[in-house]
């Protein structure tokens, strides 16, 4: 396989043929180098050496209905996390500074549960607009199912990015949950591109997926335009349905990576949740495919502290990316 053929044609808009995504996850182990340099192509043309950092919040911890076999908030998990309501306004601006400092051009608000109440929906609004008005940060909200009111709240009051993950392929999704479909979360998708919100979607790897799902999840994610993909991997926790799933290795992440670029070439892909625990000494190698990361720790899982971040990024001779401009 000529990986530098398959960026050429990422950078002219072709969509790669399906037995080209294959070749790439079944890449030898030898052949990483030619495949990252050619990921580094595409990257590279659009977003230069820069790497984003995003925090994420969590909002509101556990007390889920939902039977997500991967989540440690799910109902069917008794992992020993925290559980409490929905954070006060205060803690929530006291985090957004806190993400400014650490030099992260995006601040998340992740709330657990099957999709946010009316209350919390407005409880949400005020402090976004309140953080928007005190640390100028731009704020992404996770928060489950949402109809088209809701969306255009979080809209007006200066909400930039919603994320609401697929997970997984359509054909694979019921193995992962039960309480709701792939049709609720691609609607909640259009809710919020009619509101005028930038997307925010992606998926887990590791959770007994085929190559043809990763695939499939890729070519949906391109199909439907989003405009940040996050690459997640699973972080087996104890007591959740998925606590004995360890089957990823750190080149099977990497080749993963760079098959989300060269499907979704100019769009911010971001190394999520897992990280640390699956790529381990070869995460700086991430960064060729992808753009962005997280640091300072995921919902109910630690993770790379944002010091560690930053020196990560400036050994590679990469450099931090700065906010956009309110």
Known sequence: MDF???ADKALQGV??????LKAVLDAADEELPELLSAAFKVRHRYYGKRVQIHVLQNAKSGLCPEDCHYCSQSSVSEAPID???????EKLIEGAKAAKAAGAVRYCIVNSGRGPTNKEIDEIAEAVREIRKETGMNVCCSLGLMNQDKTEKLKA???GRVNHNLNTSRAHHPEIVTTHTYDDRLATIENVKHAGIGTCSGGIIG??????DIIDLALTLRAVDIDSIP??????IPTTPFESKRELTPQRC???LCLFRFVNPSKEIRVAGGREVNLRSLQPLSLYPANSIFVNGYLTTPGQAASDAHQMIS???FELDSPAPI
Do not use: C, H, I, W
């Open 4 to 6: 530098q053929q398959l």
């Open 15 to 20: 969509l790669p043929e399906r037995a080209e």
């Open 83 to 89: 559980r409490y309501p929905f954070m006060s306004k």
């Open 157 to 159: 009051a200066g909400v």
């Open 207 to 212: 959770m007994g997926e085929s190559d043809e």
């Open 231 to 236: 690459v997640n991997f699973l972080n087996s």
């Open 254 to 256: 990497l080749k993963t």
């Open 315 to 317: 050994d590679l001779g």
